[in-house]
């Protein structure tokens, strides 16, 4: 009954601006984290951002000062902020979240991913 679903990828050009959203639906007793990560052609895919329950928020350094991310706890939804885009945050952007089930299991979810494309 959980799931994640993503939205908010687009092309834009270099220096421009998107905000990736991320909303978590079901029985939802908890969610311990959220993180967003992202993989291009050929590459690993790689933590860009993700926050704890407790409110802590971490950024990789290619996109430190750069993305911001916030959450609607009312909504069980998070967002990245992503400014200043470069070519090299093209990408295909996933969500990622630890969410306990009402009845009390836990399990990691993927988003089904978002593509981001910065070009001019």
């Known amino acids: 009954q959980v799931q994640l679903v993503e939205s908010g990828g687009g092309l834009v050009q270099p220096g421009g601006s998107l905000r990736l959203s991320c909303a978590a639906s079901?029985?939802?007793?908890?969610?311990?984290?959220m993180e967003w990560y992202r993989q291009a052609p050929g590459k690993e895919r790689d933590l860009v951002a993700g926050?704890?329950?407790?409110?802590?928020?971490n950024y990789s350094d290619s996109v430190k000062g750069r993305f911001t991310l916030s959450r609607d706890n009312a909504k069980n939804t998070a967002y990245l902020q992503m400014n200043s885009l470069k070519p090299e945050d093209t990408a295909v952007y996933y969500c990622k979240a630890r969410i306990t089930a009402s009845d009390g299991d836990w399990s990691d979810y993927w988003g089904q991913g978002t593509q981001v494309t910065v070009s001019s």
């Open positions: 926050f704890t329950r407790g409110g802590v928020t």
């Open positions: 079901g029985r939802i007793f908890r969610i311990s984290f």
